[in-house]
T-cell receptor, first 111, second 114 residues
Framework: EDQVTQSPEALRLQEGESSSLNCSYT??????LFWYRQDPGKGPEFLFT???AGEEKEKERLKATLTKKESFLHITAPKPEDSATYLC????????????FGKGTLLTVNP | DADVTQTPRNRITKTGKRIMLECSQT?????MYWYRQDPGLGLRLIYY???????NKGEISDGYSVSRQAQAKFSLSLESAIPNQTALYFC?????????????FGAGSRLTVL
């Protein structure tokens, strides 16, 4: 059974204080690992897909990295507008549709 | 206008009532999904549809039914709502071409069953 564990459950940062969110996973082969951002009262918004260990992707202050067991979402010099819940999900190699989601990390960035 | 539109956004109902949540999309995607989100739990798949004639149960389909009225429309019904169906429901679409299945989500429908 595919599993995704995100840590910490909640993270509070000061503006400009860089940190990382963790997503540990077990999956039968990996077709893709996804990061989504979810704002209160809204649906998840796609950020990145990572396909293989060693891959990195960046978008503004966010950088996602992938190893064979986990992914990190690095947030550099965060701003209050980066406050959101960040969700991680995996798609197994044998599936063309099923995503297994983690419970998410609630990030709060204080000014 | 949003790519994926869900109605209603909020609904309060009573136990035993029939409820329909509607979803429409302008992405032109063939695939549509219904997910449920509960506090402390990850998103869980209720039903999915790869095209108008292909509808499949997800991991938590008991107590739910769906209808794919057109490529752009996918509705979720609760025939007889119960309190543990109180949750945030998301419709999603995807345009799959053999690789990763990237989902586009609607804004959600918050359902409360009293």
């Amino acid at each position: 059974e595919d599993q995704v564990t995100q840590s910490p459950e909640a993270l509070r940062l000061q503006e400009g204080e860089s940190s990382s969110l963790n997503c540990s996973y077990t999956v039968s082969g990996l077709r893709g690992l996804f990061w989504y951002r979810q704002d209160p009262g809204k649906g998840p918004e796609f950020l990145f897909t990572l396909y293989s260990a060693g891959e990195e992707k960046e978008k503004e202050r966010l950088k996602a990295t992938l190893t064979k067991k986990e992914s990190f979402l690095h947030i550099t010099a965060p701003k209050p507008e980066d406050s959101a819940t960040y969700l991680c999900a995996v798609q197994a190699g044998g599936s063309n549709y099923k995503l297994t989601f983690g419970k998410g990390t609630l990030l709060t960035v204080n000014p | 206008d949003a790519d994926v539109t869900q109605t209603p956004r909020n609904r309060i109902t009573k136990t035993g009532k029939r409820i329909m949540l509607e979803c429409s999309q302008t992405k032109g995607h063939d695939r549509m999904y219904w997910y449920r989100q509960d506090p402390g739990l990850g998103l869980r798949l209720i039903y999915y549809s790869f095209d108008v004639k292909d509808i499949n149960k997800g991991e938590i389909s008991d107590g739910y039914s769906v209808s794919r009225q057109a490529q752009a429309k996918f509705s979720l019904s609760l025939e007889s709502a119960i309190p543990n169906q109180t949750a945030l429901y998301f419709c999603a679409t995807s345009d799959f071409h053999g690789g990763a299945n990237v989902l586009t989500f609607g804004a959600g429908s918050r359902l409360t069953v009293l």
